[in-house]
């Protein structure tokens, strides 16, 4: 079966430093998103990314935030300034429809990368 | 803002027995209802869902249940399954958006 897959599966990084969270959807998928889980909380909408460029954002995703699609492949989410309150599981997402969300199949997450910033 | 709210943080179930797993929200733009399994170390996993047009939705073993007027909805599992021990997730979404709200998640042990 299809897998999205994201790397590294745990990150430890400074306070500051800038981190580089990477994905490879499913081929062909044309939807990607981006969610968080901070430890015992729930998950939480980062972003969304439709046709190179941000469909929807949450209030989360502030100007320390970016994504990008590379290449054909790779989709990935970069925090320029790392806070303590950054850690957190994040989970990358894809869907090769619009209305994932509202159809019978949801959409396909990743394993999850969990970063630690000390 | 807890706009999807599920109450209980964990259940044991028996195996064999039915396992029900709840889930109250608040925002009435919500219209379509989505249940996520997770093991740990894996990302979560569309199980099954509803469309707020509908009352009921089964799948197997798995029977999602909407009561709009209580903005209710329960994920029924029987015959409980080894297998089925995992952290539920009820989401929601709303017309128009990409994305999804999550509940914090519920604990599910099934006790062999």
């Known amino acids: 079966e299809p897998e999205v897959t994201q790397t590294p599966s745990h990150q430890v990084t400074q306070m500051g430093q800038e981190v580089i969270l990477r994905c490879v959807p499913i081929?062909?998928?044309?939807?990607f998103y981006w969610y968080r889980q901070i430890l015992g909380q729930k998950v939480e909408f980062l972003v969304s990314?439709?046709?190179?460029?941000?469909?929807?954002k949450s209030e989360i995703f502030d100007d320390q935030f970016s994504v990008e699609r590379p290449d054909g492949s790779n989709f990935t989410l970069k925090i320029r300034s790392t806070k303590l309150e950054d850690s957190a599981m994040y989970f990358c997402?894809?869907?090769?429809?619009?209305?994932?969300?509202?159809?019978?199949?949801?959409?396909?997450f990743g394993s999850g990368t969990r970063l630690t910033v000390v | 803002d807890q706009q999807v709210k599920q109450n209980s943080p964990s259940l044991s179930v028996q195996e064999g027995r039915i396992s029900i797993l709840n889930c109250d929200y608040t925002?009435?733009?919500?219209?379509?209802f989505l249940w996520y399994k997770k093991y740990p170390a894996e990302g979560p996993t569309f199980l099954i869902s509803?469309?707020?047009?509908?009352d009921k939705n089964e799948d197997g073993r798995f029977t999602v249940f909407l009561n709009k007027s209580a903005k209710h909805l329960s994920l029924h599992i029987v015959p409980s399954q080894p297998g089925d021990s995992a952290v539920y997730f009820c989401a929601a979404s709303s017309f128009g958006n990409e994305k999804l709200t999550f509940g914090t998640g519920t604990r599910l042990t099934i006790i062999p």
């Open positions: 081929s062909n998928h044309l939807y």
């Open positions: 925002n009435s733009m919500f219209d379509y």
């Open positions: 997402a894809s869907s090769p429809t619009r209305g994932a969300t509202r159809g019978g199949y949801g959409y396909t």
């Open positions: 509803i469309s707020s047009i509908k």
């Open positions: 990314f439709y046709n190179n460029e941000i469909s929807e």
